[in-house]
């Protein structure tokens, strides 16, 4: 049975565990406190020289790393990861897009600000980060305007991937208010099928 190493509030955790469930695919969840430097163990950098989570050891002992790696791997073959050329290259570029534009701002200060403490140099750089967010909020939901998701109209790895921080970003102080195209292309991604909470643990209901 596969092992995902993950810390539950991690969006990018999140991502993996989303998938895995929606693919009908137990796993062994091992949790790592990365606050308290769990990652950084000698025993885990063997897996992950990078120290970071999730990783996702399959049952051969070979470890994969990097959300948006894990995701295409589990989605080969499936619904979740088009056939079609064009639409799996929408769907990295989406992807690259979360990574890049969107996660080091709107999941930088949920983390700063609902899993830690803010710091003197944090309060500095947070309007920057806010505003970054915003611009990438933006993006969204010019892009979600008249379509159901991000890719063909289908749901896909996209919105995985973009769901995991976004769902959660007033933890960071963001407001969805003003996205409504947002809003309901998030209550579309929380209606499907297999769909479980960010805190979810396999075994839970």
Sequence with gaps: MPRLYDFLPSGNGY??????????????????DITKGESRSPAYLTKNPNGRIPTLELDDGT????SGAILCY??????????DRLERAHTLQWMFFEQYSHEPYIAVVRFWRHVGRLTPRQESELPGRMA???QALGVMERHLTGRSFFVADRYGLADIALYAYTHV???GGFDLGPYPAIGAWLERVAAEPGHVPISWRPGAR
């Design 132 to 134: 970054g967010g915003y």
């Design 169 to 171: 970003a007033n933890e």
């Design 74 to 83: 589990l989605a080969e073959g499936t619904r979740f990861w088009p056939a």
């Design 63 to 66: 470890c994969l790393a990097e």
């Design 15 to 32: 991502k993996v565990r989303l998938l895995l469930r929606q693919l009908g695919l137990p796993f062994e969840l091992v949790e790592l």
